[in-house]
């Protein structure tokens, strides 16, 4: 089982930035896919962005272009970095191993507001 620590999330102006990151423990996941998903209040928490272990990226079409999702394979940790943040990116955003039973972490509040 792997423990993930998220961290990074916060308080950002429209059109500011965020880097969350989530940190493995208990096992190394340079062998498993890694992905974001985020969730609001009253709806189903929905995908965000994966990265693979050969490093393919896949996004949702409503972050396509302004978020970017990466890995450091030293550090068993994975980066979202989001740009351009817009109101509807408003929300409590997780990490989640890749697989079947997918491991998720804590969950870390973004919102965007002015």
């Known amino acids: 089982q792997v423990q993930l620590v998220q961290s990074g999330g916060g308080l950002v102006p429209p059109g500011g930035s965020l880097r969350p990151s989530c940190a493995a423990s208990g096992s190394t996941t340079r062998f498993t896919s890694m992905g974001w998903y985020r969730q609001t209040q009253g709806k189903e928490r929905e995908f965000v962005a994966q990265?693979?272990?050969?490093?393919?990226?896949n996004y949702a079409d409503s972050v396509k272009g302004r978020f970017t999702i990466s890995r450091d394979s030293t550090k068993n940790t994975v980066y979202l970095q989001m740009n351009s943040l817009k109101p509807e990116d408003t929300a409590v955003y997780y990490c989640?191993?890749?697989?079947?039973?997918?491991?998720w972490g804590q969950g870390t509040p973004v919102t965007v507001s002015s």
């Open positions: 990265i693979t272990p050969s490093g393919s990226r």
């Open positions: 989640a191993t890749g697989g079947r039973y997918p491991d």
